[in-house]
T-cell receptor
Framework: GAVVSQHPSWVICKSGTSVKIECRSLDFQATTMFWYRQFPKQSLMLMATSNEGSKATYEQGVEKDKFLINHASLTLSTLTVTSAHPEDSSFYIC????????????????FGPGTRLTVL | AQSVTQPDIHITVSEGASLELRCNYSYGATPYLFWYVQSPGQGLQLLLKYFSGDTLVQGIKGFEAEFKRSQSSFNLRKPSVHWSDAAEYFCAVGGGTGRRALTFGSGTRLQVQP
């Protein structure tokens, strides 16, 4: 259980184009999903928090008009990189949060396999 | 603000040897603590987590971690390392109200020698 998928797993695009990345929780519902960015040999940096049915909350320094996030359902969040440039090339990872009570508090994030974006 | 420090960037151990990866955190209240493992080009897999209760937490793949409040530490251990354990390990802290996003340490790369 608690499987999160991302699609595509990798994408190469030309500078100036837009790329959409999907994050799905396959066997659970997630009211909150998170988008992270990871540069080579570095840790994960939180980009934004995606809440189902409301606007995403972006971290300081993340351009919300460039990284569009839509959390249209309890199992799907999308990240669209608009007008991509080479500096946007990175590994993007999403996570979906399980929050509930089942024999104790459960508050855990499960991560997708990541999407490698290369902008030429 | 919450933060996580993983002092060791890179560790090499021999297969069959014991392992301890260090993690120190800074957090104003009782933290939620996690260890994740990442293989190259892959996402993160949850190894174990601590919310409350018993300070020694058992995880998957034979890993365990001990929460020590007095030392603000949550070190990951394994008694006998296998070659397949070679990967990047991340300690993370979460909690607080609102977003509950995770703050990650910089990671420790584990190399296993035959």
């Amino acid at each position: 259980g608690a499987v999160v998928s991302q699609h595509p797993s990798w994408v190469i695009c030309k500078s100036g184009t837009s790329v959409k990345i999907e994050c799905r929780s396959l066997d659970f519902q997630a009211t909150t999903m998170f988008w992270y960015r990871q540069f080579p040999k570095q840790s994960l940096m939180l980009m934004a928090t995606s809440n189902e049915g409301s606007k995403a909350t972006y971290e300081q320094g993340v351009e919300k008009d460039k990284f569009l996030i839509n959390h249209a359902s309890l199992t799907l969040s999308t990240l669209t990189v608009t007008s991509a440039h080479p500096e946007d090339s990175s590994f993007y990872i999403c996570s979906a949060r399980i929050l509930g009570l089942a024999g104790g508090l459960i508050d855990t994030q499960y991560f997708g396999p990541g999407t490698r974006l290369t902008v030429l | 603000a919450q933060s996580v420090t993983q002092p060791d960037i890179h560790i090499t151990v021999s297969e069959g040897a014991s392992l301890e990866l260090r993690c120190n955190y800074s957090y104003g209240a009782t933290p939620y603590l996690f260890w994740y493992v990442q293989s190259p080009g892959q996402g993160l897999q949850l190894l174990l987590k601590y919310f409350s209760g018993d300070t020694l937490v058992q995880g998957i793949k034979g890993f365990e971690a001990e929460f020590k409040r007095s030392q603000s530490s949550f070190n990951l251990r394994k008694p006998s390392v296998h070659w397949s354990d070679a990967a990047e390990y991340f300690c993370a802290v979460g909690g607080g109200t609102g977003r509950r996003a995770l703050t990650f340490g910089s990671g420790t790369r584990l190399q296993v020698q035959p």
